[in-house]
């Protein structure tokens, strides 16, 4: 049985609950003899600056550069407000996207059938729901330099952020975007916001010719990052993967999170270079949630999103998408069975605990590998 190093960082809030059923499921693999995970946890965001001072620890980012996957729970909360910019829980999420190289991040909105009734949109618009929105994780406004507010000294101070975009980044996030898509539906939809900047003029360039030069079977088409928005929530089927800049990719991820019925859904993947000989890649898989402190330690969050994360990382960094697609299965078939945590309940639903949620998912693996 092969063995697989996960490095668990739970973070802050709600992490820690949605994590341990993670473990549930990681263990599940190891009672049925299809994979060993061999498990060390660590700190990220508040926690770690209780324990550190920082956002993260020199020993656990190296822990995290040795594994063969990351998972972490969620970062942040209001009782941090008040820590210095650069010790704030997310410095540590960012750094570990930054150092490991994750400059792909795939979020994938699915509808489970069961839960078309949980979103907010109709049941038309949203059912049989899967797109895929490849955001841009390690460059644009995020990391770019200048990054400060400057005393004008006259009483004003001047905040700035750098939005910028070399070539080679738009087009390392493009061939992701364009090598999901060969597996999905063919068709890329790029966004920017070529009107007004200057970084959307070139990406808009760099990926039409990225499209002529290499992905001519598949179809491209662009939309400015705010018509984007606006049909993701009037007509989001039309879309199969979505490819943009990371803060337009952060928004706009939130937005399609509420098409499957609930934030707690929504997996994630944030992913390296792969290595041109071995194939290995660096890799860390996230809920797209937040840590939720209102309801963190009630054992009332939603672990769906986190378990779906693990199933992202069988299937991107062990190999395994057998087994990715049993735990999506074990999902949809919870949800069909009615059981629902208080985000995602509808009409005849048992409202159960995160506990028994993972639970639940565990059972359902066992009943499904049996036949
Ligand atoms: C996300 C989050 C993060 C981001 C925060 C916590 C820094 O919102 O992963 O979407 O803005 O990237
Ligand atoms: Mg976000």
């Not at 803060?247 to 929504?266: E, H, N, P, Y």
């Amino acid at each position: 049985m092969t063995t697989h190093k996960l490095f668990l960082l739970p973070g802050d809030g709600i992490g820690p609950d949605v994590m341990t059923q993670v473990e549930k499921i990681a263990a599940w693999f190891g009672e049925a003899g299809l994979a060993h995970f061999e498990i060390e946890k660590g700190l990220v965001g508040g926690c770690a600056f209780e324990a550190h001072g920082k956002a993260i620890s020199e020993g656990d980012m190296r822990l995290a550069q040795a594994a063969d996957a990351v998972l972490l729970g969620a970062v942040g909360g209001a009782r941090w407000d008040g820590v210095p910019y650069d010790v704030r829980p997310e410095a540590g999420l960012l750094r570990l996207r930054k150092d490991m190289g994750l400059f792909a991040n795939l979020r994938p909105a699915i509808c489970y059938p069961a839960l078309a009734e949980a979103s907010s949109l109709k049941r038309e618009v949203v059912e049989g729901l899967d797109i895929m929105i490849v955001r841009e994780l390690t460059g644009g406004v995020y990391f770019g330099e200048p990054k400060q507010i400057i005393d004008l000294g006259n009483g004003q101070k001047r905040g700035i952020d750098t939005q910028v975009y070399d070539t080679f980044e738009i087009e390392r996030i493009g061939r992701v975007a364009f090598d999901l898509a060969r597996k999905r539906g063919g068709r890329v939809t790029s966004s920017e916001k070529r009107n007004v900047m200057k970084s959307g003029v070139l990406w808009h360039e760099v990926m039409t010719a990225l499209h002529a030069r290499e992905f001519s079977d598949l179809k491209l088409d662009h939309q400015l990052a705010d018509a984007l928005g606006m049909q993701l929530v009037r007509w989001p089927k039309q879309f199969d993967v979505i490819v943009t800049d990371n803060l337009f990719g952060d928004m706009l991820s939130d937005v399609a999170s509420m098409l499957t019925g609930s934030l707690g859904m929504l997996p994630s993947a944030s992913l390296g270079e792969a290595d041109p000989v071995s194939g290995q890649r660096h890799a860390l898989y996230e809920p797209v949630h937040g840590s939720a402190p209102d309801i963190a330690g009630q054992g009332i969050a939603n672990p769906i999103a986190m378990i779906a994360s693990f199933a992202m990382a069988l299937r991107y960094s062990f190999g395994m998408a057998t087994e990715a697609d049993l735990v999506e299965r074990a999902i949809a078939s919870v949800l069909q069975d009615g059981l629902r945590t208080a985000d995602i309940q509808g009409s005849a639903t048992t409202t159960i605990s995160t506990a028994a949620m993972g639970q639940a998912v565990k059972e359902k693996l066992t009943q499904l590998a049996a036949g």
